[in-house]
């Protein structure tokens, strides 16, 4: 799902977020208007990122879709009622981009596995090496590290770090934990 796909983005690095966990609150399968609560640091960092141009693409594996425990329509209402919380400048900077697929599909979009990122840069001038991937799940990590992702960020808010423990010492030593995307947005000022 592409939104404004007309819009001239002025960075050549973009900001990559996983929904479900950095977004809102992750109650598993979110798909309900009234089940999804927006982070106040991931509002904020959507904007900030925005309003600097930097492209701010969502990532998210929605399993739901295809297990049938909600439709297309559900998801594409709640992506409606997401992005309602912005401006219609922010707006024309959020790229959604989704897997609808079961894990054992062998789909080539569900992350960990890299096409859904590759096909919301199409056309666009973005460099992975040089963009922000923030999640929450150890598939984001490798998606990131596949893409070469140089600034990675696993997001824990309950600063519970034990999934990392998973991760071999090299990619573990590419990765930093925060509990907060204020962090983010401090790490977005000085970036260029």
């Known amino acids: 799902m592409k939104n404004f796909p007309n819009y001239s983005l002025n960075k050549n690095f973009g900001l990559f977020l996983d929904r479900d966990g950095v977004i809102n609150e992750d109650f598993g399968y979110v798909y309900k208007i009234s089940d999804f609560f927006i982070y106040k640091d991931a509002f904020e960092l959507?904007?900030?990122?925005?309003?600097?141009?930097?492209?701010?693409?969502?990532?998210?594996?929605?399993?739901?879709?295809?297990?049938?425990?909600?439709?297309?329509?559900?998801?594409?209402?709640?992506?409606?009622?997401?992005?309602?919380?912005?401006?219609?400048?922010?707006?024309?900077?959020?790229?959604?981009?989704?897997?609808?697929?079961?894990?054992?599909?062998?789909?080539?979009?569900?992350?960990?596995?890299?096409y859904m990122f590759e096909r919301l840069i199409k056309r666009k001038n973005i460099h992975f090496n040089k963009s922000i991937m923030?999640?929450?799940?150890l598939s984001d990590i490798f998606a990131a590290w596949k893409l070469k992702i140089n600034n990675i960020y696993f997001l824990n808010r309950k600063s519970n770090f034990d999934e990392m423990n998973k991760l071999s010492y090299v990619v573990k030593n590419r990765v930093k934990t925060t509990n907060s995307l204020y962090e983010i947005i401090n790490f977005l000022k000085n970036y260029q």
Do not use: M, W
């Open 46 to 114: 959507i904007n900030y990122a925005s309003q600097k141009k930097i492209p701010v693409f969502i990532v998210t594996n929605q399993s739901g879709i295809g297990r049938g425990f909600y439709s297309f329509e559900d998801f594409r209402l709640l992506n409606e009622y997401f992005l309602s919380k912005f401006s219609d400048e922010i707006r024309k900077n959020i790229f959604i981009g989704y897997c609808p697929h079961k894990p054992n599909q062998k789909c080539l979009c569900r992350k960990p596995k890299t």
């Open 134 to 137: 923030v999640g929450d799940q």
